[in-house]
T-cell receptor, first 112, second 114 residues
Framework: GEDVEQSLFLSVREGDSSVINCTYT??????LYWYKQEPGAGLQLLTY?????DMKQDQRLTVLLNKKDKHLSLRIADTQTGDSAIYFC????????????FGKGTRLSVIA | DAMVIQNPRYQVTQFGKPVTLSCSQT?????MYWYQQKSSQAPKLLFH???????NEADTPDNFQSRRPNTSFCFLDIRSPGLGDAAMYLC?????????????FGPGTRLTVL
């Protein structure tokens, strides 16, 4: 079945870049997503990448996809204290029964 | 702004007392989802509606039911809440067209069971 793995914690200093990594197992994944969840809130869609792309950039966010290694990363440039949250990687695999498969989330702490 | 709205944001109920959580959307999406999220865990899909077609996840307890009276509204009914049902409940929507399965989430309802 599908599986999405993420490291659980990341701590960075304000102003530095953050890189959050994710690996997935289903090679038929078509879309891969990053969601942000602040304490007590719902999930906010940050960005997504289609599986035929290697990279997508959106302001401070850069998504890199290595389809051969089934590795996805989210880079946040100039990390701010407001970026402190849990970041979920998710995939859609047409072959699966579940529409969206989430990783367990990476808690990003930004130190001022 | 088009959005997903959940009411109430906080719900307290007693052990065994039925409770209903509400979700509405102005996105005109045809797919609606209910997730349960416990502390420090990923959201767990309970069920989803594709238009009027109901899709239950295999491990969703019978205690959880859902209703979708129209495109805009979807309800989660917990018939006899137990202490283990205390969690954040998230509603999400997606459109079968466009970027398929991209889900948009509401702010969630935090359920406390006393």
């Amino acid at each position: 079945g599908e599986d999405v793995e993420q490291s659980l914690f990341l701590s960075v200093r304000e102003g530095d870049s953050s890189v959050i990594n994710c690996t997935y197992t289903d090679s038929s994944s078509t879309y891969l997503y990053w969601y942000k969840q602040e304490p007590g809130a719902g999930l906010q869609l940050l960005t997504y990448i289609f599986s035929n792309m290697d990279m997508k950039q959106d302001q401070r966010l850069t998504v890199l996809l290595n389809k051969k290694d089934k590795h996805l990363s989210l880079r946040i440039a100039d990390t701010q204290t407001g970026d402190s949250a849990i970041y979920f990687c998710a995939e859609v695999a047409p072959s699966g029964n579940t529409p969206l498969v989430f990783g367990k989330g990476t808690r990003l702490s930004v130190i001022a | 702004d088009a959005m997903v709205i959940q009411n109430p944001r906080y719900q307290v109920t007693q052990f065994g007392k039925p409770v209903t959580l509400s979700c509405s959307q102005t996105l005109n999406h045809n797919v609606m989802y209910w997730y349960q999220q416990k502390s420090s865990q990923a959201p767990k899909l309970l069920f989803h509606y594709y238009d009027k077609d109901f899709n239950n996840e295999a491990d969703t307890p019978d205690n959880f039911q859902s209703r979708r009276p129209n495109t805009s509204f979807c309800f989660l009914d917990i018939r006899s809440p137990g202490l283990g049902d205390a969690a954040m409940y998230l509603c999400a929507t997606s459109s079968a067209g466009g970027v398929k399965y991209t889900q948009y989430f509401g702010p969630g309802t935090r359920l406390t069971v006393l």
